[in-house]
């Protein structure tokens, strides 16, 4: 299980100064001691981390450390430069907010040890991968090169920076390093020439001579021995502690990791060496005839190793160190140079020599570690420290300057920004004091009155400029001013002070007061190297020295001077601080708690001096005062966002009220932040990590929600694929088995036949005699069977219908079959006849016989058949029984009638007809009045003999009696009817059935016999008038002729 432990947790003393009770600088003072004594070097204001140098290793900056404070809360371990370096490191990569790191304290305080460890830790904690390894690697690396050629051993510190260095670490949008940019402010090249007492110069002097192999010492023309370079200090040659051998390699091996080939670092040797060799080269004077000396190098051995190293003409730099040339309005003027302007044109040449060279290191190393993209960058500032020694100068001066505007950097965000922002934002504030510096840096860097602006004024001023003159002007300028101290100022007050030599003048820094001595001001400011020198330079034949000099190209001739160096300083100062000033700032405030450079030791007076001067306690007093954390309402609303329902995933109002909304929703207490105009205060860390926590587990859930969708996403698509590869490889198989079963029952097959037609070969060769003689009749038969077979299923299917007119009949297939096909048709016919018939009821069937009885009278025989035969007979057609009228007639009838009709009685005396009812029984015929249904007669069928009718197509017939018979008195009866044919038919059927048959005569031409007479019927054709069916006339006694349409 995780075990967390907290700020509070074991803790020495108090970890954050906030809760120091009570709060006096005595209490602080001890509150550091006690830590100090623990080993607790760490303590913090808020978010500033005071740093205490151990002078001693301390396991706390092992892996496991780093593991430790990795992505934890600031407060939440105990005091440590990892927490903060964590904090930046989030609070870049997670928030988008560049970051820069001020490390700031005097010199040997342990700001370069604590800018080393934060780089440490973020190349630990941010990704990994080759590419981004190397680039941490190449920026780690850049260190030991930079310290080894900028650092040296000082009386305060035994690798104290003598240059600025700000180093931009450059990070993807991941947080990954992506590379970097370093920039350095004015290495202290004095130190080249000069050390001050217990000093050394720049390490790298040292360690290439302790660390060169034999064989690279040789090449460099150099000996192992420090004491024979005029350059080198010998009383601290050697540090304690310091293996400048090892360095070395180490060196080599930086150089070579940071990118650096085999070439370039050999000519950076023969540089270093080159110095070495310059510091040697001595001078004497010689007389000349004007009476002036003039200087001329003593022994020119190293003169001529140096110009071998470097590949320079050696006369031509002898010529350089006895005359100078001049320059000026189109004029050369050659004059001499004593032993002194000799030796101060030869250091001259060593320092630029060496400071150009510090430069393009610095210039090459970026050049290496330069990135691609850069998103987001966190700056690292190490400058060198606030100093003061016994003999300051320039140097230090410049150096002091760099300090003050780093504690102004410092007064501006956390003391003055923090005041004037609660009150800006209307906050309830009390004002708290502070000592604001601004006024020191005024001193020095104003344009018009500023010490830097004297100097250039000065150095550019026509006439004999020395250092005295300087500081005159200085005594007269800056007299009155409260942090300017000098002997002969005007202000009189300093007369006395016998601790201000004549030549110096005083500041009081923030940090206390130092005492400069004005000698090399100016010579330091102008940094002028004598123009012969550089064109010896550019003439060398090496790549280098060619690079390094490019003024001393002929045809580059620059009259103007260049910037001073108090300017170019100032300026690149003014740029750093505005840098600075947009990026968020992570303090690192660095104490030397002794000036023994020892463990354990705490002096008191010491600490004191430098918590006084950085301001601390009035630090601390704004931070307990204040609110540890504020942010605008906008991007606080989009961080916390998640954490409230009203407030996510969109809030519609003004933030302020989202970021209300927001914390009561938390139930945050209301004494924990204050609503400025603005932007929200937060009062307490703990309050901020309450948030803090409450969004990482948030987005957490957040994160699983995505995964879950993703994952499920990606399960589906990798199924997706799986099914259809499947779905490809079974499809493939499938075809694949289905080849081989295939192929498989193929040769199966062709085994099988070719045994089965081998068999059958056998068979057929046995059975061959047996075939000849018996298989066509057999084919033929079988095919004549076939043929039958599918002639009946053929004709089955074309059967005409079963209507017995139908006459259709398929077509005969084959001749063979002729007559069967006949056979066929007509039995098929009877059949359907048959069928026919079988469908008749009784009725229907004596209606049939009744019409097959009339065709058999009639048929052919007269006209007017054919149109009766599609006539039904319906017999009854006047509805005897039921129609009213005939009810006496139908009574009278006893017997069923078959027939009643109304027919026509003709008349024989006219030939006209009158209606008369006809009725027809079983043994009788009856006439009837058809008015009054008065039975006129009464006929028994036996009594009727025949009836005639005439081939054409009227209607007329005459019923014939019997003579002898009881009605034939009354004599035939010659009658016309529509209905003829049924008439006649039926007559002749019930008669037949009766009595004898009833003979029907038919012809145009026959006897009536009308009582007495008999009178012939004859039918003649003609044209009828009225369009009738027939006329009856009488045309005589004996003739009644009816005439007919001809057909
Ligand atoms: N955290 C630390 N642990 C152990 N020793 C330290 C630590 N910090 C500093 N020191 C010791 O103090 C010495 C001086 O530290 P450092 O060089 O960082 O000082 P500085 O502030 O950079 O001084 P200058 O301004 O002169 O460059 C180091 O060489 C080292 O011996
Ligand atoms: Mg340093």
Same mark, same amino acid.
């Given at each position: 299980m995780e075990v967390k432990t907290s700020l509070l947790d074991n803790m020495i003393g108090v970890g954050d100064m906030v809760l120091l009770e009570p709060l006096t600088e005595e209490s602080f003072i001890d509150n550091l001691r006690k830590r100090f004594d623990h080993s607790e070097i760490y303590t913090y204001i808020g978010s500033v981390v005071i740093s205490l140098n151990p002078y001693k290793s301390l396991p706390i900056f092992t892996a496991d450390k780093v593991e430790e404070y990795r992505n934890r809360n600031f407060y939440e371990l105990s005091p440590h430069i990892y927490a903060l370096a964590d904090e930046a490191y989030r609070s870049l990569r997670d928030q988008d907010k560049d970051q820069c790191i001020l490390i700031t304290g005097e010199s040997g305080a342990g700001k370069t040890e604590a800018s080393k460890l934060v780089m440490s830790y973020v190349a630990a904690v941010c990704g990994k991968g080759q590419e981004v390894n190397k680039v941490k690697e190449q920026l780690l690396q850049s260190n030991p090169v930079l310290?080894?050629?900028?650092?040296?051993?000082?009386?305060?510190?035994?690798?104290?920076?003598?240059?600025?260095?700000?180093?931009?670490?450059?990070?993807d949008f991941k947080g990954d390093p992506m590379g970097g940019v370093i920039s350095n402010y004015l290495l202290e090249k004095s130190r080249v020439v000069k050390q001050p007492r217990g000093e050394r110069n720049f390490h790298i002097f040292y360690q290439l001579l302790s660390g060169a192999s034999e064989d690279l010492l040789k090449k460099l023309k150099l000996d192992r021995d420090f004491s024979k370079y005029n350059y080198l200090s010998l009383d601290s040659a050697t540090v304690n502690g310091l293996d400048d051998a090892a360095n070395f390699r180490t060196v080599r091996n930086a150089m070579q990791i940071v990118g650096f080939m085999e070439d370039e670092v050999q000519s950076v040797l023969e540089l270093v060496a080159a110095v070495l060799k310059l510091g040697n080269i001595e001078f004497k004077p010689e007389s000349r005839v004007n009476g002036f000396d003039e200087s001329r190098v003593k022994d020119k051995n190293d003169l001529k190793e140096m110009c071998e190293l470097l590949g320079i003409e050696q006369s031509v730099l002898e010529r350089a160190f006895s005359f100078r040339t001049v320059e000026a309005k189109m004029e050369k003027v050659s004059t001499t140079l004593n032993v002194a302007q000799a030796y101060y044109a030869r250091d001259a040449l060593a320092k630029n020599l060496y400071s150009r060279l510090f430069s393009w290191l610095v210039n090459r190393i970026n050049e290496s570690i330069k990135s691609k993209t850069r998103k987001k960058v966190m700056g690292v500032l190490d400058i060198y420290g606030f100093e003061i020694f016994e003999d300051n100068s320039f140097e230090q001066f410049i150096i002091n300057y760099c300090n003050e505007k780093l504690q102004q950097i410092f007064i501006e965000l956390t003391l003055r920004e923090e005041q004037e922002e609660y009150i800006r934002e209307g906050i309830e504030w009390t004002n708290i004091e502070y000592f604001n510096n601004a006024i020191i840096c005024d001193l020095i860097e104003n344009n018009q009155n500023g010490i830097l602006a004297m100097l250039d004024e000065e150095c550019l001023r026509p006439g004999n400029v020395t250092d005295e003159t300087f500081l005159e002007k200085l005594n007269t300028v800056c007299a009155y001013h409260q942090h300017f101290e000098s002997r002969r100022s005007k202000n009189s007050k300093f007369l006395t002070d016998h601790s201000l030599p004549h030549n110096c003048f005083r500041i009081q820094h923030y940090a206390g007061k130092v005492l400069y001595r004005v000698e090399g001001f100016v010579d330091k400011n102008n940094d002028l190297l004598y123009r012969d020198l550089s064109q010896a330079m550019y003439k060398a034949n090496h790549s280098l020295m060619k690079l390094l000099f490019p003024e001393g190209n002929p045809a580059k001739v620059n009259l103007k001077r260049p910037p001073t160096a108090g300017f170019q300083f100032k300026a690149s100062v003014g740029t750093l601080m505005k840098n600075l000033q947009t990026k968020n700032p992570n303090y690192i405030r660095c104490i030397k708690p002794n000036d023994k450079k020892a463990p354990h030791i705490f002096t008191e007076s010491l600490v004191c001096h430098q918590v006084r001067y950085l301001g601390l306690m009035e630090n601390v007093r704004v931070r307990r005062a204040?609110?540890?954390?504020?942010?605008? +309402?906008?991007?606080?609303?989009?961080? +916390?966002?998640?954490?409230?329902?009203?407030?996510?995933?969109?809030?519609?109002?003004?933030?302020?009220?989202?970021?209300?909304?927001?914390?009561?929703?938390?139930?945050?207490?209301?004494?924990?932040?204050?609503?400025?105009?603005?932007?929200?205060?937060?009062?307490?860390?703990?309050?901020?990590?309450?948030?803090?926590?409450?969004?990482?587990?948030?987005?957490?859930?957040?994160?699983?929600?995505?995964?879950?969708?993703?994952?499920?996403?990606?399960?589906?698509?990798?199924?997706?694929?799986?099914?259809?590869?499947?779905?490809?490889?079974?499809?493939?198989?499938?075809?694949?088995?289905?080849?081989?079963?295939?192929?498989?029952?193929?040769?199966?097959?062709?085994?099988?036949?070719?045994?089965?037609?081998?068999?059958?070969? =056998?068979?057929?060769?046995?059975?061959?005699?047996?075939?000849?003689?018996?298989?066509?009749?057999?084919? +033929?038969?079988?095919?004549?069977?076939?043929?039958?077979?599918?002639?009946?299923?053929?004709?089955?299917?074309?059967?005409?219908?079963?209507?017995?007119?139908?006459?259709?009949?398929?077509?005969?297939p084959y001749l063979f079959l002729d007559n069967t096909h006949k056979q066929l048709q007509r039995i098929f016919h009877l059949w359907r006849c048959k069928k026919y018939r079988s469908q008749f009821t009784d009725e229907k069937k004596s209606v049939y016989e009744e019409k097959l009885e009339a065709s058999q009278l009639f048929k052919d025989k007269k006209t007017l058949y054919p149109s009766s035969v599609s006539q039904p007979f319906k017999g009854d057609y006047l509805d005897i029984n039921k129609n009213p009228k005939y009810q006496k007639l139908s009574s009278a009838v006893e017997e069923k009638v078959l027939l009643a009709d109304v027919v026509n009685k003709i008349n024989r005396a006219n030939g006209k007809g009158a209606p008369r009812v006809f009725l027809l029984t079983k043994s009788n015929f009856v006439l009837a009045d058809q008015k009054t249904g008065q039975v006129k007669a009464s006929v028994p069928l036996p009594d009727l003999s025949s009836v005639s009718v005439s081939?054409?197509?009227?209607?007329?017939?005459?019923?014939?009696?019997?003579?002898?018979?009881?009605?034939?008195?009354? =004599?035939?009866?010659?009658?016309?009817?529509?209905?003829?044919?049924?008439?006649i038919t039926k007559l002749h059927r019930t008669g037949a059935a009766t009595t004898d048959q009833i003979g029907v005569d038919i012809s145009d031409e026959f006897l009536v016999q009308f009582k007495q007479d008999k009178v012939c019927v004859k039918f003649v054709q003609g044209t009828l008038k009225n369009g009738g069916t027939a006329a009856c006339k009488r045309k005589n006694n004996k003739l009644l002729e009816v005439s007919v349409p001809s057909p």
């Open positions: 310290e080894a050629f900028g650092n040296a051993k000082t009386v305060r510190n035994d690798n104290s920076s003598r240059f600025g260095k700000y180093m931009d670490i450059e990070f204040g609110y540890a954390f504020r942010q605008p +309402y906008e991007p606080c609303l989009e961080r +916390y966002k998640m954490l409230c329902k009203q407030t996510w995933p969109h809030w519609k109002g003004p933030a302020r009220e989202g970021v209300e909304v927001l914390l009561t929703e938390l139930q945050v207490s209301p004494e924990e932040f204050s609503y400025g105009r603005s932007k929200i205060f937060i009062r307490n860390p703990r309050t901020l990590f309450f948030l803090e926590e409450k969004r990482r587990q948030c987005l957490e859930d957040l994160a699983t929600l995505i995964q879950k969708i993703y994952r499920g996403w990606k399960c589906r698509t990798h199924f997706l694929l799986l099914k259809k590869s499947q779905v490809v490889v079974a499809a493939w198989y499938r075809r694949y088995a289905q080849q081989k079963k295939y192929q498989k029952i193929r040769s199966s097959t062709i085994v099988v036949q070719s045994y089965i037609r081998g068999w059958k070969v =056998g068979v057929r060769r046995e059975y061959r005699k047996f075939f000849r003689a018996n298989a066509g009749k057999k084919i +033929y038969n079988f095919t004549i069977q076939r043929i039958v077979q599918k002639y009946f299923l053929g004709l089955k299917k074309t059967l005409p219908s079963m209507s017995p007119i139908d006459k259709t009949w398929p077509v005969r081939t054409q197509s009227d209607g007329f017939f005459a019923l014939k009696l019997k003579e002898g018979s009881a009605s034939a008195a009354k =004599g035939d009866f010659l009658l016309s009817s529509d209905h003829l044919i049924e008439i």
